[in-house]
């Protein structure tokens, strides 16, 4: 077991993947001699070379469209897309390209793309620095979607990322790259827990709490202050948003009869959406009260100071477990 | 504060020539030869019997576009995009490349396909709607069809990147059109070439329309002189001459060899047709530029050079439209032999590794269709016995 | 009262727009001398001039990012991309721009942009023909999105989309442009239904149907269908995607305990996620069953022989009434 | 088939030079006036007593981009991206524009803020985090900073065709950098103005560096190359000489006021600091190159200029360092000015006309906050009530 913050677990797996596969390419703006605004790929230039680690001209359509053409030749691209904000103009290569030529060429092209993107804010940043665009993707077929929380997680899954033979788009908690945690850097890939199945990061038998990313640890802190209330909160690591791990949550709010997804995108349409949607669907007669969404408001991302008023927090989680438990909360008294 | 009514020029260079006759031709319509020292010397292999077989493979591609319209016409195909018309700039260009050489076309270059081998029922399995794609790209160095216009550009250039890493001096060709050079997707296809040297080469077939829209709308520059702001050679050659144009190719093609980077081919000619055949384009075009272009027709002038060369034209002929009435036949036979696909195939090939919720979705759908019919829906012939709309329950 | 297909209802609310503003400009490939591949402009470039309609070059970021700046300058540009499939390029530009300038400026710069997008299948085309790219931007803060379903509606609602303050995605069901209505050409803007609100088109007492655009006749077709068992369907066209009209749902969910949402996209993380995540919440103790949602696979579109496969159709839509309402089903005796 | 292993040229053509000082300077580095039979007529009116008032803004622009730099460091603001090395390219080209001209800038351009009477506190609020953006565009005539890269390019085109359909001759400019133009929405920035001949002038200050990338990763070209092939003309200009700066810009607006439509400026410059204040350049460039650069220091050659003209420089320098100084501690000031917002008003402005949906959740947010205050949390203090991350309940 090392110690390492969740940026130099995700620059070791990245490491490890070039080691292990010479056909994996990482590319994108300034992740060469800079080694990333965020430091992620810090040293792999210099370890691999210009053509291992590579530093693209400045555009994402560009970026993700090369890679296409990469993945044709053989190779398995791994892309960073240098802040969430600025995955748009590569929107196009994403969904009607990557997205869609495995099915396209019936089966004889495999898009092997790994998509990084840092997502999220609380770290206080300009406009388009921080937001959460994964419903987009989790809405796209032909896409999976997954987002890491710890630096363990980090570290598998974005080797378990780059070994699918399917695109992923890797969400990273950027307000989180600089927490530390343990990360076993010998443990196989064989060996480890697929990425497409979810975790349960503390038990509870109350109320169901389902996040990915920088909320996970909002989560469980949330967990640990309503304990001293009394309530006993599951909260689960989703870590794939698309396909989604339904049997783990499933499980849980078949005990608990409460479900709370909280995630940092808007409501309208976000992944919550989805998760109550299918959770209702597929628990309805274990339901005791509608799943309850904590999300970011449906506004462009606010200012820095004004962050802290958009983005979930305990407080806001604890009013939502308090709104799905019948308890008082913010909306008692007012018509559903 | 405003010294003259005229432009500054010094370092505010904007080159002149917009002619439209401006361009490399190596065979006038008329089938004389013109000589021109830079590009002959590229072309020297082609007696008169590899441009009887040039000639050969534009008169086959015509006919295959003439069917494939007809099929159209009568049901058999969905949509079709025809080629006629720029038969020279796609078999000019297809002629020149290497096995090895991978190809990221458009929705239009079917004479490519043919260069490639591309079995009939594989080109039309499409157009027909029978299928998402119709051939393996592995199989033939070619990548499915694009239709979002431009999004090639930069496959290309990602794989000719990938190639040149890999240390072969296999090059990778785009085709995309004039309206194309207006999507962003091939400006940046321009700038990551330039940028790693990839051993790409860009076609561009300005066939002087996207759909409706007349090339002049998409720029008032020739096409060609793109190139250089990005910084490449562009070339700028008639392509409704197929000698032009496979030595322009060649040209390009070595150059991406050397590791000298990437070129720009702009094979200047005319979509006869009608955009696909669901465009009508007596709306926007006149008869008198269709006759105008008639009258440069890529096929006429290899024959007449040909003719002069001494060649039997009218025993080639003959051949040609033989051959060329058996790939007709070939086309018409093959769409019979499309199989509609199975229901449940909408799922397959969505993701190639195991999705669970996919799945689910797959075996719900199932269930609902084993609703309405006791036979497997696996079989190929399942369409047939698949709910229509609006049956009663 | 005029009878028009919904083409030319369109075409007749364009022109009526035209006339009636002159700031209104018409913005797209194709669609002034030849009006349109579906025709919808035609004759109005001849009519108001080619600095009116508008052929642009190839390039939808580059329509988009015009558009953004005419409006800037005080235009009320109205964009057709000219198909589902080909708005991904503008991406970008429609939600990191004309979704926020509103926002980003603080009030100052309005974005009276409408965004016309003939959407969906069911007509035998080609790969990016037959999208339904609708959940992108409902969930997207800051744009507007509606969807008409008939030659009166798109009359009407065009008009006030083009006059709308906000940006309008404004969706229209291509496999009906050929279908006759009655338009009322002389109703003023002003008594006519917002577009915000939704319409019941069809009054019934056991299950709640809504969907939009072009599925909203086979909702009444299948109302019809159900009526002939003795199952009451009541239909709702949504109209609006964002924002929802929950007013009018949740009041006919109350009464018929009942939802089910069909739609052509994909089901994960679309509108209808939304629809039943959000009705769960505010009728939960109405409701007798879980929502149900009947809509495309979570696929590429697929080949056309195959969208038949694909697409809600009546039969589908009516096997998700049974299912929501416990009768004989598809998915009778499945685990949930 | 490879007849020679040189590059064929004929109509292959690529221009050659791409020597870094291949551009119009008026002004050398040292201060002496070169001749410029096309530039020179363009700033006949620029006497000493103009060009020291040029240099007044190049002073105190440079000064409150050292003091905004100061704040950053001391926690008043969240980031600051520094202009220090571009004050000639931004004050030479803001200083051309006419009051009606409207400015599509990116992040980095305070000196045309500056220009344009933007008050302190409305530049700095939002780099403090406290506003979504700092002024009304309609008040200063120039749009709130763009950080997308490049997407202004197409605002500025579409503005400047509105304002050609109106029949002004407004002009607009678009201001981006070197790495902006490998972007997709430049260029086709460049195909829609080219196309209708928009009235913009397309303003590259190529500063060397996108973030660490050095412009010779983006193109190895010229950039104002990639003017001509889109159909325009483009001029390089010493970015570090205020007047041909001031020529350059003076001549494209004349173009575009014209009607003779848009213009390609590429000033070459160097960005001396940081990309923004969280950048750390020394991973990535050397001492050497800021050495060499700071010799060419767009202020120095200004005042050795006037020095020859014979105006007292160090008079001249003392009012503006006093001047410079005032706008300092106005800047410095101003940020205590900035009120935090209030918590709701997140909710405002997202859409123009009323939104049941987010109307609703602005009232559930407000009955929330309710529950940790007693005292309204519309206030503009408010935000001092709000809860605290982790606040116990
Ligand atoms: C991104 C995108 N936008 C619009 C279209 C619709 N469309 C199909 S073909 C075409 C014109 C293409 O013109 P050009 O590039 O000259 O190629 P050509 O058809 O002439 O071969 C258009 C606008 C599309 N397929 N993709
Ligand atoms: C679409 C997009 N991609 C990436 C970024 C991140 N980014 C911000 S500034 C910058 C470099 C810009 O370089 P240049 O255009 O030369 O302008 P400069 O900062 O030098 O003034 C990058 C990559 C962004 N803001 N927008
Ligand atoms: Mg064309
Ligand atoms: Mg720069």
Known sequence: ??????????????????????????????????????????????????????????????????????????FRPVVEIQFDGFIYPGFDQIVAQVAKLHYRSRGNVRMPITIRVPFGGGIGAAEHHSESPEAYFAHTAGLRVVACSNPADAYVMVRQAIASDDPVLFFEPKRR??????????????DARPMGVATTVATGTHVT???????????????????????????????????????????????????????????????????????????FEFLEAAPVRVTGHDIPYPPAKLERHHLPDLDRILDGVDRVLGRPNSLSGVEA | MTPSDRDATGLLTQSESTRADDFVQLVSPTGERRANAEFDPWITDVDPAALGRLYRDMAIVRRIDTEATALQRQGELGLWPP??????????SGRALRDDDFI??????????????????????????????????????????????????????????????????????????????????????????????????????????????PVGLQSKQHLARRADGFGMPGVRVDGNDVLAVLAATRIALDRARRGAGPTFVEAVTYRMGPHTTADDPKRYRTDDELVEWGGRDPLARVLALLDASGVDIEGLQRDVTAEADRAAAELRAAVTTIADPAPLTVFDNVYAEPN???????EHYTRYLAMFDTSSAEGSDAAASAPAEGDAR
């Not at chain 1, 790259?177 to 064989?190: C, F, N, P, R, W």
């Not at chain 2, 080629?83 to 000019?92: T, V």
């Open chain 1, 209 to 283: 709490l389902v996040t990915y990313g920088a909320l996970v640890q909002t989560a469980r802190d949330a967990a640990v202050a309503a304990a001293e209330d009394g309530i006993s909160i599951e909260v689960i690591d989703l870590r794939s948003l698309a396909p989604v791990d339904y049997a783990t949550i499933e499980a849980s709010v078949r005990r608990t009869g409460h479900l709370v997804v909280t995630h940092e995108a808007g409501q309208q349409g976000g992944v919550g959406a989805e998760l109550a949607a299918s959770i209702t669907e597929r628990c």
């Open chain 2, 104 to 213: 990221f076309s458009s929705y239009r270059e079917h004479a490519l396909a043919w260069c490639r081998g591309v079995e009939p029922a594989e080109l039309l399995s499409v157009w027909r709607g029978s299928a998402a794609s119709g051939w393996n790209p592995f199989e033939h160095g070619m990548a499915v069809p694009q239709i979002i216009i431009g999004a090639q550009a930069l496959h290309a250039t990602g794989y000719a990147m990938g190639a040149a890493w890999e240390g072969t001096d296999t090059a990778a060709i785009a085709y995309f059109g004039d309206g194309a050079t207006s999507e962003g997707d091939v400006n940046e296809a321009l700038v990551f070439a330039a940028s790693f040297d990839a051993p790409v080469v860009f076609f561009c077939q300005n066939n002087q329309w996207a759909i409706s829209e």
């Open chain 2, 356 to 362: 669970s919720h996919l799945e689910r979705q797959r």
């Open chain 1, 1 to 74: 077991m090392t110690t390492l913050t969740l940026a130099k677990a995700l620059n070791a797996g990245l490491r490890r993947a070039l080691a292990d596969d010479e056909k994996v390419v990482l590319m994108g703006e300034d992740i060469g001699t800079l080694g990333g605004v965020f430091r992620v790929t810090d040293g792999l230039k210099a370890e691999f070379g210009a053509k291992r680690v590579v530093d693209t001209p400045l555009s994402e359509a560009g970026i993700v469209g090369t890679a296409v053409g990469l993945a044709y030749r053989g």
């Open chain 2, 83 to 92: 080629l006629a018309g720029q038969e020279a700039a796609q078999i000019g």
């Open chain 1, 177 to 190: 790259y600089h927490v530390k945690g343990e990360v076993d850097e010998t443990a196989s890939l064989a």
